[in-house]
Every structure is written in structure tokens, then in C-alpha cells.
């Protein structure tokens, strides 16, 4: 197993370039099983949950080829509509295909996913939303399995929370049902507004995508399409902490600041100079010692649990006590822990984090416990004193193309060692 080894103390000065989004390349790739046409997909992001997603699609019947960050979907014909557990345990994304195959060939069996580093992350809502459009669902031997020979039929389905990955793989099944379709209470993040715009372009008809309520009138089939992924918001709101917490003068390029206006806000308010120098960069430099500021979780456009953790890391670095509230996840402070072994000072009860600070961190070994999580002890050992060695690193290499390279080249020394 790969591991970091990392040496704090260094500003990082530079720019760095952001990849595509791992959560937008994710039901993008799924959605190329609703046609038997090519899907053409760039700025795919070289990560290791999109290599186990195309792994699944492969199994599904579809053929898959690329070259660099482009890589082209095509499946003629749906030779088996299932996402085995061995899959689905290790990337709870797998359910992303449970829409498209049902729309497609009436049919699907998934594996349910099971526990989770981060909360229980159930698929109820995916459930009963397919339930909504007609399909049946019957579960045994910890798989689901979803019928619709019939084919779907338009529904009004009202989620009764917010689910990311719950109003794709809806929206994914809504969009070859007969008739109408209204999802209300939808998930309004930019990943879900991408997925909409590249059914759009195979032939979907949808009206909403980015509020509250998305309206989806059925067509009875898809065509093949090109799209590009839109920008990576979690990786550059990572970058910015990693340039905010090292007090360096740090670019990040390729990005889309309102995605990530959420995070800059609270950089600001804890003293961190943030500027635009153009559409798509933010840079960050030093504006003097940073203050705590409190900070609460939530969907879009509030503040993205997956930069909670990094937002963690760097409050060990602010003066005064910052209270960081999860709302999203029920067990989502695993970085707490490997923090304070680096002599963070971090109290958790329950949903919320007290984090007083500054505290001189100091290299330790620590261990990855889920993606994010690792990302905030990348983030705590740049600024640390000494060595770190962060262990399990396969967790970071799901979603971030390449961190080790990309912190090297703005002056973090890390390196990867067996
Ligand atoms: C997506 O997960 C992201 N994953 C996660 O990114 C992200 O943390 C999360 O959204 C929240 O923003 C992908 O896009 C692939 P949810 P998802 O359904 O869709 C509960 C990362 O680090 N819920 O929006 O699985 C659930 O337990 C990751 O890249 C139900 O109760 O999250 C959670 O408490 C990790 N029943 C809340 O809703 C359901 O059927 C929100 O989860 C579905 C969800």
C-alpha cells in the first residue's frame, strides 16, 4: 500500500491547474447507457473511482476507449444489468447505473451498498423514486432488483431529503419515461446541472436543473453526444485551503469561482486575501494571522461537506475557537483524530467539531480513513513541523488525479513511497 511522505513547512507559491469533476464524470459515464449511440466524454479526471466505474460499464455490455482525458461510451446492446457487490462495496457510486438500466432495457439488479466510512449512505430514495415511475423493486441476497418491462412511466416524485446521486440516477430514469416527470426537493449542485446539460444534448428534454424542481418530459430515445466536464470544485476548493494554510501565493486555473464561492467566503472572513484574476482563476495569498470562523455544512450552494475536512485542517491554523457543524453526514470527523495526533486541538460532540487554535502541528504517522479525510491530513501535514507519513493513500487516489505531483510543483515536499 502507497503512502505520503510529507516534509510541512513550506509556502506553496504557483498555480495549479484543476482536473474535471470526479462527481460530474461519475453519472456522466453512467449515462451513456441510455443510448446504443457513441458518447463522447472529455476532461474526464484520471482517478481511480472512474476507472472502477468504467470497469462496471464494461460488465454492462458497453465498450469503452479514450486517450488522455477523453473517453468514448458505446453500448449497442445491454449484455448484463447488474453492479455486483464487488464493485458497489467498493465505490457507492456503482448505483448510479440502477436509473439508466432500468430506462433502458426494463431491468436491473444492484447490489445494495452496505456500511460506509462516512455515514450509512442508504439508496432508499433512489428506490422509491424508481418505485414512482412504475418500476418494481424487490430485495434479496443484499441486492435490489428492479423490474419495468413495460418501460417507466412520468411521475411526480417529491425527495424527502436532498440526495446528490439520488436526483441523477431519477433524472437519468426519468428521461426515456413515458410522459411527464417532476422531481421536487432535487439536489441543486453543479454536478447535477452538468449530467442535465449532456442528456440535453443526446435528446432529453429537461427544464429546472439547479433548483428545487426539475421538470423532465419523456422522448423515446437518446442519441449519442460530446461534452466536457465542467471543472473540479472540491479539488480547487483543496487547493485553495492548501495555498491559505501554508500562507503561499497560490493559483488555482481551470476552476469555476462560483462553485466554490461558498469556501472562498469563509476564506475571507478568516483573513485570507482571495482575488480573480480572471473567469476561471482564484488565487490566494497571505492577508496576516487567520481567524476562526464558524461553519456549517450544507447542499449547494451552501458550504460542500466534501471540503468540511479540509476546512478542519485549516482552522488548527486560526486564532479562536471554530465551531464546524456536519449536516450532511452522521459520521464525517474521522480526520479529527489524525489531526489532533499531529497536536490538533479538536473536541467532536456528535455533528459538530470545536477547533481551537492556532496550534503548531507537528509530522506524525497518520492514516486515511476515507478521500476527504486524507486530503485534510495532506493539508495539515504541509503546515506541520517535520515529517508526516499518511498511510492507506488509495483512499486520496479515488478522486484526485496526480495530488503528489501537483504539490510538488508549487513547492510542497511530498513524495510517494511503496
Ligand atoms: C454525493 O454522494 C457525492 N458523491 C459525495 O461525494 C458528496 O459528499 C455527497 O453527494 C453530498 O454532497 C457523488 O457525487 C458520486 P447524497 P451521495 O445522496 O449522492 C442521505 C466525495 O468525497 N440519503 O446527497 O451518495 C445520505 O445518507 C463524495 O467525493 C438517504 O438517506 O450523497 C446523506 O446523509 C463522498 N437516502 C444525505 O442523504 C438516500 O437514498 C445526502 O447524501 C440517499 C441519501
Not at 459515464?29 to 458518447?39: F, G, Y
Request: with cysteine; aromatic share 2%.
Amino acid at each position: 500500500m502507497d503512502k505520503f511522505v510529507i516534509a510541512g513547512g513550506t509556502a506553496l507559491n504557483g498555480s495549479i491547474p484543476i482536473n474535471g469533476s470526479k462527481n460530474s464524470a461519475l453519472p456522466a459515464l453512467a449515462a451513456a447507457l441510455l443510448t446504443e449511440e457513441p458518447v463522447t466524454l472529455h476532461r474526464i479526471p484520471r482517478v481511480r473511482d472512474i476507472r472502477t466505474m468504467q470497469r462496471l460499464l464494461v460488465d454492462i455490455g458497453a465498450s469503452v476507449t479514450g486517450e488522455g482525458d477523453t473517453v468514448r461510451l458505446e453500448t449497442p446492446r445491454i449484455s448484463s444489468p447488474e453492479a455486483p457487490y464487488e464493485l458497489v462495496k467498493t465505490m457507492r457510486a456503482s448505483s448510479l447505473v440502477l436509473g439508466p438500466l432500468v430506462a433502458r432495457c426494463g431491468r436491473a439488479r444492484v447490489s445494495l451498498p452496505g456500511g460506509c466510512a462516512i455515514g450509512a449512505r442508504p439508496i432508499n430514495l433512489h428506490i422509491l423514486g424508481l418505485e414512482q415511475l412504475g418500476a418494481t423493486i424487490h430485495q434479496a441476497h443484499g441486492y435490489i432488483e428492479a423490474q419495468a418491462p413495460g418501460g417507466l412511466r412520468g411521475a411526480n416524485v417529491q425527495f424527502d431529503r436532498i440526495t446528490v446521486t439520488g436526483t441523477e440516477d431519477l433524472l437519468m430514469a426519468a428521461v426515456l419515461a413515458k410522459g411527464e416527470t417532476v422531481l421536487r426537493n432535487a439536489a441543486r449542485e453543479p454536478e447535477v446541472v452538468d449530467l442535465a446539460d449532456l442528456l440535453v444534448k443526446m435528446g432529453a428534454r429537461i427544464e429546472g436543473a439547479g433548483t428545487s424542481t426539475i421538470r423532465i418530459q419523456g422522448v423515446e430515445r437518446l442519441a449519442g453526444a460530446e461534452h466536457t466536464i465542467i471543472a473540479d470544485r472540491i479539488e480547487a476548493g483543496t487547493f485553495l485551503v492548501a495555498g491559505a494554510i501554508t500562507g503561499g501565493d497560490l493559483s488555482v486555473t481551470g476552476c469555476i469561482p462560483e462553485h466554490v464561492s461558498a469556501l472562498v467566503s469563509k476564506l475571507q472572513q478568516a483573513g485570507v486575501r482571495v482575488t480573480q484574476p480572471d473567469d476561471t482563476t482564484l488565487r490566494v495569498s497571505p492577508g496576516g494571522q487567520l481567524r476562526s470562523v464558524d461553519m456549517t455544512t450544507e447542499e449547494y450552494p451552501g458550504f460542500a461537506t466534501d471540503l468540511q475536512a479540509q476546512y478542519v485542517a485549516l482552522m488548527t491554523q486560526a486564532e479562536g475557537i471554530a465551531i464546524v457543524v456536519e449536516t450532511i453526514f452522521e459520521n464525517r470527523f474521522m480526520h479529527a483524530q489524525e489531526l489532533a495526533r499531529m497536536g490538533a486541538n479538536i473536541r467532536i460532540d456528535g455533528k459538530q467539531a470545536m477547533v481551537a487554535g492556532p496550534r503548531r502541528l507537528t509530522g506524525a504517522g497518520v492514516i486515511a480513513s476515507d478521500l476527504r479525510a486524507s486530503a485534510s491530513l495532506v493539508l495539515g501535514a504541509l503546515v506541520a513541523h517535520g515529517e508526516t507519513v499518511i498511510d492507506r493513500v488509495y483512499h486520496i487516489d479515488r478522486g484526485y488525479e496526480k495530488i503528489e505531483a501537483k504539490l510538488a510543483a508549487v513547492g510542497a515536499r511530498i513524495r510517494r513511497v511503496e
